[in-house]
């Protein structure tokens, strides 16, 4: 939302003047006019070659390609024309057929606003803006702010929109009608848009249903061609490292935890390698760097490995519990929230620009010794880690002082050493959680940075801001290893995968998308939730992926197909914290409408129907089902969820402030 | 925060009303009421800037009045200023094919925790200590000490200000009040890390202040103002505030530069 806010506030406010003037003067009824017109022309910023950052000479080219191709008194007659064709078509073509009237009335209002013809384009938004999908309104409510020539060249997201061809799937029946129809009429006017501004992807077979069009579309980009789908994903999980576990009978906690082995053979981790071969979904286990394990994360397994087994099996008979965090009096300031693994502590990023961290267990926090104080412990003692603690500072809560603006994402790293916290002020930070002060600042990002998080293996990081990219960073790089960039619009989540090799990123222009970490390419698109999505999780096998977004849908998707598996409808506000089981049996979804849902994730993954027309085709039937899948809705009293959490033993923590209504 | 807390729209002003339905067009529906007052005094300082600016292009072309092309102007450089929007698509998938081309680095076993290079950490100390004197070597704790150095008597009664001298200075501090003894005089005062600059009534007597050294000096009939440095605002500051003597030959010479009055 904050995206969107800014968005509205860009376009309301901003007088852009007039850019660089434009070669060729808008000539009516001249055909001719294309898009080479701007390209020789050099913007304030000096010569062509120059990388500045306003690129006013490809703004020119880009908008000059909206020169005057036909009569503007006619576009209203052209696109109702078109209507009656469409609504007059049969049934079977007409859903498809439909997708068409979104895009090619944007381009067309564009088009008309451009060539300064502000009248005709005001009657034409009024006439035709009230027969756009629902969906839609947001967008058209942007662009009804959009009168003259110089509002266009400030708005990114427009611009956005015309340089990237607006994706449609048609099937070859209804595009060979559309076809005919529009070349047998005298004004090729239409034709000549749908040829330039989009793309449409044909494949052979049945066409689409109304359902199943609108379970697709929905993103500022049309969908997603299928190409984009194609490329092979390494979804499984990478093999775990073979720890000794020392062999106790008796279930008894605390002695061995060094893992010295014993006489008796020690038993091996068993987890994730329980056969020798290498599962070829897995990607290899040095496709990208990744530290090695240190002695004390040897022991974090050992920990977690015997968590486990005292691990809760739910399902839909055997809900978990969940335990609810409240912050109080944070006044609508509380903004990011991040548990540890082991959920031993929780931060809580706020619009003060502070971050606290709290203890949830009873043993405080607790900072490192000085300098001059630590060479005086006895180095060699068994209890060193706790020897260089110093007592005097044990608290609660700690307060993190270092940001210039709310801080909008946090995240602990996996060894309990390190927090980052990403802020409006467009900066990183690192933070020692031993000494509780400041490591780095990661600067790259040069506005808000929406979100960020550790890799499960520590040392690498993404982030994901407002200037539409994400970011790949190593803790001991001060600039970052990869920039994905793609999405037509902020970048408001970012996850990565269980693996470390893929990060999803969600954004403001409604898709989500799958980035490969060695190469920075884009693997996967989904497209199909209505509005900017706040929340993304990966299952604990690595094959499925959840969002949710503002419309209050969870959409589950299947990664190594590329398909829209399932939908779970029941919330009423924004989808804002997902998080999959330990072992993948239910999904929890938080929500602005202050409730936490449960979902039988068992269920709603299992019998797939992945055959071959519906890989080809990227089609999918999704059965409806949500209520079905959903197991529990537990209310909070006006405490939207912004955080959930499944601890080692499977009982669920959430996270929320308190806001009074 | 409802919108039917706000003021009847009829009896807002003209302007606020707009304003609220200028927000009611974008969609905006739940917003608080200070909402339309920061809305309006964006707009009228935005206002009023690009015309001030226009206005000065304009007497600057040397025109009788301001027209359209100066606002224009004007607009055009406040919003390269103000107004910057993120990169555009291109260039940001220009520079992210670069930075992806480079294969991912890797890792270096066992090195500790890995941060970049010293200079892009926030790991750095962030004050330095000034050494106060030659024989005793200067502490691993670093501290800022901040200087005060007494002013003529006309312009400021210094002593009486300082806090609880310590007796060793109390005699001196009994003669401050004529101009000949204030000259040869030179000390240091401790400030506490989180104390304000004023400086002058304030002190508690519970602060660091612990130890003021008169120093007959060759400065002769010189009048020093009284000033005193902030200190440093490290928080890690807290340990080790041990104030440091200072022999007068071992002051630079441009201690008499520093002259800022913070009092």
Redesign the interface.
């Known amino acids: 939302m904050a995206a969107l806010?800014e968005e509205?506030t860009?376009v309301?406010?901003?007088?852009?003047?007039?850019g660089p003037p434009t070669l060729l003067p808008p000539q009516a009824g001249d055909g001719a006019g294309e898009g080479g017109s701007g390209a020789p022309n050099n913007g304030p910023n000096g010569g062509v070659g120059s990388?500045a950052?306003?690129?006013q000479p490809?703004?020119s080219a880009v908008l000059s390609a909206y020169n005057q191709q036909g009569d503007p008194t006619m576009y209203e007659e052209y696109y109702s024309g078109l209507k009656h064709f469409i609504e007059c078509s049969l049934d079977c073509h007409r859903a498809e057929l439909s997708q068409l009237f979104y895009p090619l009335f944007v381009h067309m209002y564009l088009e008309l606003v451009y060539n300064q013809h502000e009248n005709e384009a005001k009657s034409f938004f009024e006439k035709f803006h009230g027969d756009q999908e629902c969906y839609y309104q947001?967008d058209l409510?942007v662009l009804?702010?959009l009168t003259k020539k110089e509002h266009m060249k400030?708005n990114?997201t427009m611009?956005?929109f015309r340089?990237?061809k607006f994706v449609l799937r048609i099937s070859r029946d209804s595009y060979q009608l559309l076809k005919r129809h529009l070349q047998e009429k005298q004004n090729n006017q239409i034709w000549n848009i749908v040829q330039e501004h989009l793309y449409i992807d044909i494949f052979d077979g049945m066409p689409r249903s109304k359902q199943q069009i609108d379970a697709m579309v929905g993103s500022l980009a049309g969908e997603a061609k299928r190409e984009a789908n194609k490329s092979k994903v390494f979804f499984g999980l990478l093999k775990e490292p073979e720890i000794e576990v020392p062999l106790d009978d008796e279930d008894e906690e605390g002695e061995n935890e060094e893992g010295k082995p014993k006489k008796k053979k020690p038993k091996k981790d068993s987890i994730g390698s329980k056969s020798k071969k290498q599962d070829p979904n897995a990607p290899p286990q040095n496709r990208?760097?990744?530290?090695?394990l240190k002695d004390s994360d040897k022991l974090d397994k050992i920990m977690n490995m015997k968590e486990t087994t005292k691990r809760v099996r739910l399902g839909p008979d055997c809900l978990p519990s969940i335990c609810f965090y409240t912050f109080l009096n944070a006044y609508q300031g509380l903004t990011a929230v991040d548990v540890t693994d082991d959920s031993s502590l929780i931060a809580g990023g706020f619009a003060d620009s502070t971050v606290r961290v709290w203890s949830v267990t009873p043993k405080k926090l607790r900072s490192v010794k000085?300098?001059?104080d630590l060479s005086l412990i006895d180095k060699e003692s068994d209890d060193v880690l706790e020897r260089i603690m110093d007592e005097k500072t044990a608290s609660e809560l700690k307060i993190l002082y270092?940001h210039s603006g709310p801080v909008y994402g946090a995240s602990f790293s996996p060894d309990r050493?390190y927090l980052l916290s990403s802020s409006e002020d467009g900066t990183v930070r690192?933070w020692?959680l031993q000494t509780f002060?400041?490591?780095?600042?990661y600067k790259g990002h040069?506005?808000p940075v929406w979100d960020t998080q550790f890799s499960p293996y520590g040392?690498y990081f993404v982030s994901g801001g407002?200037?539409?990219?994400a970011r790949l960073w190593?803790?001991?790089?001060?600039q970052?290893?990869?920039?994905?960039?793609?999405h037509?619009a902020d970048v408001n989540c970012t996850r990565f995968h269980p693996n470390s090799n893929y990060v999803a990123t969600g954004s403001a222009d409604r898709t989500v998308r799958l980035w490969d970490?060695?190469?920075?390419?884009c693997v996967r698109i989904f497209t199909g939730h209505k509005g900017p999505i706040h929340s993304l999780t990966f299952s604990p096998n690595g094959r499925f992926l959840a969002t949710g977004a503002t419309d209050g849908r969870v959409l589950l998707w299947d990664i190594g197909h590329g398909l829209m598996v399932g939908e779970l409808k029941g919330h009423t506000d924004t989808v804002c914290s997902l998080r999959f089981s330990r072992d993948g049996e239910i999904l929890a979804s938080g929500s602005m409408d202050n409730t936490v849902r449960l979902w039988d994730a068992i269920k709603a993954f299992e019998d797939l129907e992945t055959d071959d027309f519906t890989t080809a085709t990227g089609h999918i039937n999704l059965p409806e089902n949500s209520q079905e899948l959903l197991l529990g809705t537990y209310m909070t009293k006006s405490t939207p969820v912004v955080h959930l959490h499944f601890t080692r033993r499977n009982l669920v923590l959430a996270a929320g402030a308190y806001s009074p209504q | 925060m409802e919108s039917g807390k706000m003021a009847s729209p009829k009896s807002m002003p003209k302007d606020a009303q707009m304003m609220a339905q200028?927000l009611k067009?974008?969609?905006?529906t739940e917003y608080e009421p200070r909402v339309i007052n920061q809305m309006l005094e964006?707009?009228f300082r935005?206002v009023t800037t690009i015309l001030d600016d226009a206005k000065i292009y304009s007497s600057h072309a040397k025109k009788a009045t301001v027209d359209a092309d100066d606002v224009?102007?004007a607009?055009?450089c406040r919003?390269?200023q103000s107004?910057?929007?993120?990169?555009?698509?291109?260039?940001?998938?220009?520079?992210?094919?670069q930075?992806?081309q480079?294969p991912?680095?890797?890792?270096k076993?066992y090195?500790g925790?890995?941060?970049?290079?010293d200079r892009?950490?926030?790991?750095a100390p962030n004050y330095r200590l000034k050494s106060l004197q030659k024989k005793a070597s200067t502490p691993?704790?670093r501290i800022t000490v901040p200087r005060l150095s007494v002013g003529s008597v006309s312009s400021r009664p210094s002593t009486p200000t300082l806090g609880t001298p310590t007796p060793q200075t109390m005699s001196v501090s009994t003669k401050v009040g004529t101009p000949m003894s204030l000259t040869g005089q030179r000390f240091t005062v401790q400030m506490p890390a989180s104390q304000s600059p004023a400086v002058k009534a304030s002190i508690p007597a519970t602060s660091a202040v612990q130890n003021v050294l008169i120093n007959p000096s060759l400065i002769g009939s010189k009048n020093i103002l009284i000033t005193t440095n902030m200190v440093s605002q490290n928080t890690t500051n807290e340990?080790s505030n041990v104030l440091k003597r200072k022999r007068d030959d071992d002051d630079d010479d441009d201690d008499d530069d520093d002259d800022y009055d913070n009092l």
Do not use: W
Request: glycine share 6%; charged share 20%; proline share 10%.
């Open positions: 806010a509205q860009e309301a406010v901003k007088l852009e003047p007039e990388v950052v306003e690129d490809d703004v947001d409510r009804s702010s400030g990114e611009l956005d340089t990237s990208i760097p990744l530290p090695e000085q300098a001059s270092g050493n690192l020692s002060t400041c490591l780095v600042g040069n506005y040392y407002h200037d539409r990219v190593a803790t001991d790089h001060y970052p290893l990869r920039i994905f960039a793609g037509l970490v060695l190469n920075g390419n | 200028i067009d974008m969609g905006i964006f707009a935005y224009r102007l607009i055009q919003a390269d107004f910057t929007s993120p990169p555009p698509r291109d260039f940001l998938l220009d520079i992210a094919r930075r992806n480079t991912l680095p890797l890792i076993p090195s925790p890995r941060l970049p290079p892009y950490c926030l790991t691993a704790g340990s």
